[in-house]
């Protein structure tokens, strides 16, 4: 998860008194606005739950109202305390930070909790129409979804919830994953001021060798079938026109067990492909089209009219990442604003650094506005490595602990009882000990900075670099192995 408080707003309350609020972006969205003394009462709640050496410094309270550089330096403080705890799973797992962040979604759309009906979509385009509650968060409605498709619990969380969005040319494109801080139905709602999305049930998981768990269950290979056929359908695996035969026949027999073990034998199988964009490897401006999957980044690079290159980056010899947002500088004074905000639209970029050789790194940047999802996909491809190393198992429903009852502060000060909110992570000791054996040697994720920076064109020197993401899978039990 990338967090960022890009800037603040001031807004007034019912009886025209000023206030500021903090404009929280989660995956490059915005998410919510929330003042410092509910941020402050967070942290509270925080720190009865959690021993002081988790917990980053936060800004302390002050008397009289602040300067703008004081607001500022609040405001940094307050990035980096958030994009701190988000990065600890003890933290960013709990029913406090769920609760919060929803709670604050919820107040910012200004959507009181009311009984809807919300639309999620399956690959094939097929549409699965389940009655929840609007403030519902992401693994509930996964769960009703699961529930109405007969999908067994074995299996749930094998899959996850998407927003994709419409593209102009017709396409559609992923924009990220749902997370279980958010309300599905709230999200699309926002999303869609901005352009026609829809939710999407899809696989969650990167390692192939997954697929054999779900091929025997019908519903399950299901899913898994319309996905592979609309990847194939789309380009996005390789293909050639005697397979596409042979898919074809297995197709007419309604073979899909044999439909699915003969794509597994293709190229790009599993793979997320993102939009053309372009690297500075190996020459600067090179046209790229980059796939994620299999422990990878794949690179198709385009280096002349009619030639192409490609190649792999392995996921265990990336040693950490890092994303920088490039905010056009403004003319003639001109403040950001919802007016000009399409105008200077910022831009973003991943920046990996690979061991190219022995005893040699290299830094590898990719110019794309889905930068965010390729962080999001070499994470999730570094916490499955991790999660196989340790002997651990997807979660199933009935691992979640169970739902507490919150209270959160309102903007005007009062309390708000949340509804209760889940735990995103799994009650087994057994595995909580394996990941913590599986981690011993590495730094913790509570001890890294921040994996989102942001800078404006004028000021991009190579000797002003963002902080990054720390690879585990690299510098732990894992990456040693693999080089």
Wanted: hydrophobic share 35%.
């Amino acid at each position: 998860m990338h967090f960022s408080i890009p800037d603040t707003q001031t807004l007034t309350d019912e009886s025209g008194s000023a206030f500021t609020v903090f404009n929280i972006h989660v995956n490059g969205v915005f998410h919510c606005a929330v003042r410092y003394r509910q941020l402050y009462d967070f942290q509270e709640q925080l720190k009865k739950e959690f021993t002081a050496p988790v917990l980053p410094p936060f800004p302390p309270k002050k008397l009289l109202s602040l300067t703008p550089v004081q607001l500022e330096e609040r405001r940094s403080m307050i990035e980096k305390f958030v994009q701190i705890i988000s990065q600890n799973p003890q933290i960013a797992n709990s029913n406090i930070f769920n609760g919060f962040f929803l709670s604050a979604q919820q107040e910012t759309q200004q959507e009181d909790p009311e009984k809807v009906n919300l639309d999620v979509f399956l690959m094939n385009g097929r549409k699965v129409t389940v009655s929840i509650l609007s403030t519902d968060q992401t693994d509930d409605v996964l769960e009703s979804v699961a529930s109405q498709i007969e999908l067994s619990d074995d299996f749930v969380y094998y899959f996850g919830l998407y927003l994709v969005k419409k593209e102009d040319d017709g396409d559609n494109s992923i924009v990220r994953k749902l997370q279980d801080f958010e309300s599905p139905f709230i999200s699309l709602k926002a999303a869609t001021k901005n352009g026609v999305h829809r939710i999407v049930l899809r696989k969650s998981y990167w390692d192939p060798s997954y697929d054999d768990d779900l091929i025997e269950d019908r519903t399950a290979m299901n899913l898994l079938y319309v996905q592979v056929v609309s990847d194939i359908e789309r380009g996005w695996v390789v293909v050639s026109k005697e397979q596409h035969k042979q898919l074809a026949v297995l197709q007419q027999r309604g073979s899909k067990k044999e439909y699915l073990r003969l794509a597994r034998t293709f190229k790009f199988y599993g793979f997320i492909q993102f939009k053309p964009c372009t690297t500075d490897y190996p020459d600067p401006d090179n046209r790229v089209v980059v796939s994620a999957g299999n422990r990878e980044l794949n690179f198709r690079i385009q280096v002349s009219s009619d030639q192409v290159k490609e190649g792999s980056f392995k996921v265990t010899r990336m040693r950490c990442w890092r994303i920088t947002t490039i905010l056009p500088e403004l003319t003639n004074g001109e403040e950001r604003n919802s007016t000009n905000e399409k105008t200077y639209k910022p831009s973003l970029e991943i920046a990996f650094e690979y061991l190219i050789a022995k005893d040699t790194l290299k830094w590898i940047t990719i110019f794309s506005d889905q930068a965010i999802l390729v962080s999001m996909c070499l994470q999730g491809m570094v916490d499955e490595l991790i999660m196989k190393k340790a002997g651990r198992r997807i979660k199933k429903p009935q691992d979640r602990s169970k739902a507490v009852q919150r209270n959160f502060l309102k903007r005007d000060g009062s309390n708000k009882m949340n509804r209760q909110v889940s735990d995103g992570s799994a009650e087994n000791d057994e595995n909580i000990t394996a990941v913590q054996k599986a981690k011993g040697s590495v730094k913790k994720i509570s001890d890294k900075l921040s994996s989102v920076s942001v800078k404006t064109s004028s000021k991009t020197s190579k000797n002003d670099l963002p902080e990054y993401t720390e690879n585990e899978a690299f510098s732990g039990a894992i990456g040693d192995d693999d080089l």
